[in-house]
């Protein structure tokens, strides 16, 4: 079982950066695929961005692509996302998921640990 807690999420004005971590125990981690999720009001979670077990294989939702940049440090159990430009339609809890399989995934089906969720706020 895979433990992750997430930080680094705010308020901050459109145009902002922000860069959420990751933090995960398990001795197992650089065997395990990472994943960013988010979830607004009222919506369905989200896929975000998604990093195998060795970084080698790395894909973005289409609405974060060129803004965020989704990297892991297996040496510190960790996975991160950085935000750039941001606007208020990332306005979102933000999830890390940690899929066993070590792939790499957009399917939050295939994740079978998640954190508790970070908010990123994003004001106009």
């Known amino acids: 079982q895979v433990l992750l807690a997430e930080s680094g999420g705010g308020l901050v004005q459109t145009g902002a950066s922000l860069r959420l971590s990751c933090a995960a125990t398990?001795?197992?981690?650089?065997?395990?695929?990472m994943g960013w999720f988010r979830q607004a009001p009222g919506m369905e979670r989200e896929f975000v961005a998604t990093?195998?077990?060795?970084?080698?294989?790395?894909r973005y939702a289409n609405s974060v692509k060129g803004r965020f940049t989704i990297s892991r440090d297996n040496a510190k159990n960790a996975v991160y996302l950085q935000m750039e430009r941001l606007s208020p339609e990332d306005t979102a809890v933000y999830y890390c998921?940690?899929?066993?399989?070590?792939?790499?995934?957009?399917?939050?089906?295939?994740?079978?640990?998640w954190g508790q969720g970070t908010q990123v706020t994003v004001s106009s």
């Open positions: 990093i195998n077990y060795n970084s080698l294989y790395i």
């Open positions: 398990g001795r197992t981690f650089s065997t395990i695929g």
């Open positions: 998921a940690a899929d066993r399989r070590g792939l790499g995934t957009a399917l939050p089906a295939d994740y079978t640990s």
